[in-house]
T-cell receptor, first 120, second 114 residues
Framework: DTAVSQTPKYLVTQMGNDKSIKCEQN?????MYWYKQDSKKFLKIMFS???????INETVPNRFSPKSPDKAHLNLHINSLELGDSAVYFC???????????????????FGDGTRLSIL | AQSVTQLGSHVSVSEGALVLLRCNYS??????LFWYVQYPNQGLQLLLK??????LVKGINGFEAEFKKSETSFHLTKPSAHMSDAAEYFC????????????FGKGTHLIIQP
C-alpha cells in the first residue's frame, strides 16, 4: 500500500496550458511538501503546508499554487506552463510525533515516486 | 541558511569495495542531517538520519554515516559495495523548523564496476 502517491506519473503538455498534479498520503502526517528536481537532479523545496500554514519558497513563480482539500492531499496547480517548468515534481510528507506543527526537523520526509512534467 | 555540499558528482567503485560519499554541512546550530537514495525513475528513500542521539548512525542496506562536528561532515559509508547500490545519493539538512523543507546537496551518482 503506497504511502505517498502522485498522479500522473508522466505529464506531457504544451506551453501555455494549465495542469494539476495530485498527491495523497495515507500516513496520517500533518505536513506535506512539494519539491522540484531539475534536469541536473538538483532538488529544491517549493512549498510546505499543514492545515494552518503555507510556506512558499520565494523563488517559486506565482503560477504555481498548492491546494489542499484535506489533510491527506496536497495538489499542485500550475498555470501558463513554460518550457522551464519541465522537471520532476516530488510530493512528500512528514509528521512530528510530539504534535508540533509544522513538523520539526528531526522527522524524515516520505516521498512519492515523482511526476515527470515535459513541456513541448 | 543551512546548506550541504557533496564532494564529487560521480563516484565509481568496484563491487565489494568500500563506498565513501562525502557531505559537509554549514550550520551555526546543531543540524538535522539526512541521507536519501534515489534509484532510477523512483522517488527518494531515506537511508539514515542524524538527530544528535549518536554520532555514528546506521541505516538501511548496510550504510552508515558518522557525524563529525569538528569537520562539519556527515560522510556516508558502506564496507562492501553491491551492484544494487548503483543510484543517486543525496545529503540533506533541515533547520529546527521542518516547515522550511529539506535543503539538498547536488547529489552523488554512485557507479558500481563489476
Amino acid at each position: 500500500d503506497t504511502a505517498v502517491s502522485q498522479t500522473p506519473k508522466y505529464l506531457v503538455t504544451q506551453m501555455g496550458n494549465d495542469k494539476s498534479i495530485k498527491c495523497e498520503q495515507n500516513l496520517g502526517h500533518d505536513t506535506m511538501y512539494w519539491y522540484k528536481q531539475d534536469s541536473k537532479k538538483f532538488l529544491k523545496i517549493m512549498f510546505s503546508y499543514n492545515n494552518k500554514e503555507l510556506i512558499i519558497n520565494e523563488t517559486v513563480p506565482n503560477r504555481f499554487s498548492p491546494k489542499s482539500p484535506d489533510k491527506a492531499h496536497l495538489n499542485l496547480h500550475i498555470n501558463s506552463l513554460e518550457l522551464g517548468d519541465s522537471a520532476v515534481y516530488f510530493c512528500a510528507s512528514s509528521q512530528d510525533p510530539s504534535g508540533h506543527l509544522p513538523a520539526t526537523g528531526n522527522q524524515p520526509q516520505h516521498f512519492g515516486d515523482g511526476t515527470r512534467l515535459s513541456i513541448l | 541558511a543551512q546548506s550541504v555540499t557533496q564532494l564529487g558528482s560521480h563516484v565509481s567503485v568496484s563491487e565489494g569495495a568500500l563506498v565513501l560519499l562525502r557531505c559537509n554541512y554549514s550550520s551555526s546550530v546543531p543540524p538535522y542531517l539526512f541521507w536519501y537514495v534515489q534509484y532510477p525513475n523512483q522517488g527518494l528513500q531515506l537511508l539514515l538520519k542524524y538527530t544528535s542521539a549518536a554520532t555514528l548512525v546506521k541505516g538501511i542496506n548496510g550504510f552508515e554515516a558518522e557525524f563529525k562536528k569538528s569537520e562539519t561532515s556527515f560522510h556516508l559509508t558502506k564496507p562492501s559495495a553491491h551492484m544494487s547500490d548503483a543510484a543517486e545519493y543525496f545529503c540533506a539538512v533541515i533547520s529546527g523548523g521542518g516547515a522550511d523543507g529539506l535543503t539538498f546537496g547536488k547529489g552523488t551518482h554512485l557507479i558500481i564496476q563489476p
